[in-house]
């Protein structure tokens, strides 16, 4: 249980055709990194890797009713391999249920209609997957959500102990040198540091053979005056034919990523197609011969595409107590391999960083 809960054959069922049609066929926490900016000799070495080094899915723990999980909630037990090669089980590690906090998904009023008005509500009701990990004074608690307009929505909540250490000073004011972090209370600093989480999402968009498309808007400019508008935008796709072509940062511009089938075709011609929407997004700030950041080069970029290799499951390595940066996501994707209409796998990784007072008070990211 290195990873957590992995989500396998994730489907949407087609009420035209009367089937289920795939959208991923595996997803899991591949890896998270936990670096420190704290320089001073009792913490720099804080550069933890919550997945390879501690198993973080190992470290979940039993989940409580009507506490970790609203009452309508199924519990589930885990098991995995202990140290003796014997099954361990962990009961009550997951928790499903239904959610519905009074959101829409999709509505509308027609109010063309002479003499009439027609409204049409539907309720944002989706299913849940919980998890919760205690990674040394962090818990993470983990949502797979699947919502029934066909999304799934990944939730990582960091809540617990912010970890701190002693500080000579009170007040801001006295601070003359770099403290590496904030003080949140008289003599109590709490380090800066990031939480990057690396999903590994082996989509099958309708299909194995997938291709990874950047839709780009652009703003045109009209000077031929065939309108009184004077610029409007419209769509560039380029379709990503090689590794090289997916390494992306997603706070560099105006891009929306698309996993489409070029395969199979929609009634009017366009690829079927399933979009990553990430939410806010950051950037590592470690520099390249760091030596956490060789380990954790995965971070170099929000998303990386790779085609499929069943030894290709964690962005760290597979030993990664061991590494010295030789056997990562960045390393593999250096053979710059062919991804177009191939099976290919999306690592997506998010961040969280910077220590607040309200985060000390309630330990929430």
Same mark, same amino acid.
Do not use: M
């Given at each position: 249980m290195r990873s957590g809960p992995i989500i396998s054959l994730a489907s949407i069922y087609d009420h035209e055709e009367n089937k289920y049609r795939h959208v991923m066929y595996r997803g899991f926490i591949s890896e998270l990194f936990v670096p420190y900016m704290d320089l001073t000799e009792e913490w720099y070495y804080r550069t933890f890797f919550d997945a390879g080094e501690f198993g973080f899915g190992q470290l979940a723990v039993p989940l409580q009713p009507l506490r970790d999980c609203p009452e309508n909630a199924v519990f589930l037990d885990g098991y995995f391999t202990a140290q003796d090669g014997t099954p361990a089980k962990i009961s009550n590690?997951?928790?499903?249920?239904?959610?519905?906090a009074g959101d829409i998904m999709w509505r509308h009023t027609e109010g063309a209609l002479p003499g009439d008005l027609v409204t049409e509500v539907r309720q944002d009701v989706s299913l849940v997957l919980r998890m919760v990990s205690t990674v040394g004074n962090y818990d993470y608690v983990i949502d797979w959500e699947f919502k029934q307009a066909g999304t799934i929505k990944v939730t990582v909540g960091l809540t617990g102990l912010l970890a701190v250490r002693g500080s000579i000073y009170t007040h801001k004011d006295q601070i003359m040198e770099e403290e590496y972090g904030t003080l949140l209370a008289e003599n109590i600093l709490g380090p800066n540091h990031d939480h990057f989480i690396s999903f590994h999402l082996d989509l099958d968009v309708d299909g194995e053979p997938n291709s990874l498309v950047k839709a780009k808007l652009q703003q045109a400019r009209v000077t031929d005056g065939r309108s009184r508008r004077k610029s409007y935008w419209r769509v560039a796709n380029e379709t990503a034919k090689r590794e090289s072509d997916a390494k992306i940062h997603l706070d560099s511009g105006a891009t929306e990523i698309l996993v489409t089938n070029p395969n199979k075709k929609t009634k009017v011609g366009n690829d079927i197609g399933?979009?990553?929407?990430?939410?806010?997004?950051?950037?590592?700030?470690?520099?390249? &011969? =760091?030596?956490?950041?060789?380990?954790a080069a995965f971070t170099n970029y929000n998303l990386w595409v790779t085609p499929y290799?069943?030894?290709?499951?964690?962005?760290?390595?597979?030993?990664?107590?061991?590494?010295?940066? &030789? =056997?990562?996501?960045?390393?593999?994707?250096?053979r710059d391999r062919e991804i177009e209409n191939k099976d290919i796998v999306l690592w997506y990784t998010l961040v969280s960083s910077c220590p607040a007072l309200k985060i000390f008070q309630s330990c929430q990211h």
């Open positions: 590690v997951f928790c499903l249920f239904e959610r519905y399933y979009r990553l929407i990430p939410r806010t997004v950051a950037s590592r700030l470690l520099a390249n &011969d =760091d030596y956490p950041q060789r380990r290799n069943k030894s290709e499951k964690w962005a760290g390595g597979l030993f990664v107590d061991q590494s010295h940066g &030789d =056997d990562t996501l960045a390393t593999w994707s250096l």
